[in-house]
T-cell receptor
Framework: GESVGLHLPTLSVQEGDNSIINCAYS??????FIWYKQESGKGPQFIID?????DKRQGQRVTVLLNKTVKHLSLQIAATQPGDSAVYFC???????????FGGGTRLMVKP | NAGVTQTPKFRVLKTGQSMTLLCAQD?????MYWYRQDPGMGLRLIHY???????AKGEVPDGYNVSRLKKQNFLLGLESAAPSQTSVYFC????????????FGPGTRLTVT
């Protein structure tokens, strides 16, 4: 497998800093949101998810924030590490779990 | 557990040729999905299945067919390959109604010349 191509938005951060990756979703009826990480040559890997009845959810070093008023989702990564370098996708579900609609992705580059 | 596996990893086809991509999962998941990923774009859903013997169209189904004869396998077929089908194909599976998380395979890179 391959990661995505050449024209992704890119976020470059210093190792140890916090990263914030943003995503705008399209459907106000979506009730589930998920963040995936995709390293080069691999399939997407689950990071964290959130349902529409929540504003915030925390995992290990990651936090997802949901703002339904402006249809905005963000992923915060604390103390970013070189291993966090990847493409990050948000996805929304508005079909009772049958289908996820993916955003275009953001490339995160971590400078040592 | 091997998780989700895909066969083959790479393939080159000539226009008009046919092929089948195989996806297998050993997690007893009910739901399975086929996506394609093109440069500069996110994943787009081709077809999916909510259980053995069922299939449904996704966002970009044209030119593809699928079958789910066994719960653990989901096959994606290209009857007459076109250059526009050059892409990376990912299979995913999901446990069922109570869990929306999808587990992805490593991908198949297909080039149609």
């Amino acid at each position: 497998g391959e990661s995505v191509g050449l024209h992704l938005p890119t976020l470059s951060v210093q190792e140890g800093d916090n990263s914030i990756i943003n995503c705008a979703y399209s459907n106000s009826a979506s009730d589930y949101f998920i963040w995936y990480k995709q390293e080069s040559g691999k399939g997407p890997q689950f990071i964290i998810d959130i349902r529409s009845n929540m504003d915030k959810r925390q995992g290990q070093r990651v936090t997802v924030l949901l703002n339904k008023t402006v249809k905005h989702l963000s992923l915060q990564i604390a103390a970013t590490q070189p291993g966090d370098s990847a493409v990050y996708f948000c996805a929304e579900d508005n079909n009772a779990g049958n289908m996820l609609t993916f955003g275009g992705g953001t490339r995160l580059m971590v400078k040592p | 557990n091997a998780g989700v596996t895909q066969t083959p990893k790479f393939r080159v086809l000539k226009t008009g040729q046919s092929m089948t991509l195989l996806c297998a999962q050993d997690m007893n998941h009910e739901y399975m999905y086929w996506y394609r990923q093109d440069p500069g774009m996110g994943l787009r859903l081709i077809h999916y299945s909510v259980g053995e013997g069922t299939t449904a169209k996704g966002e970009v189904p044209d030119g593809y067919n699928v079958s789910r004869l066994k719960k653990q396998n989901f096959l994606l077929g290209l009857e007459s390959a076109a250059p526009s089908q050059t892409s990376v194909y990912f299979c995913a599976s999901r446990w069922g109604l109570s869990s929306y998380e999808q587990y992805f395979g490593p991908g198949t890179r297909l080039t149609v010349t």
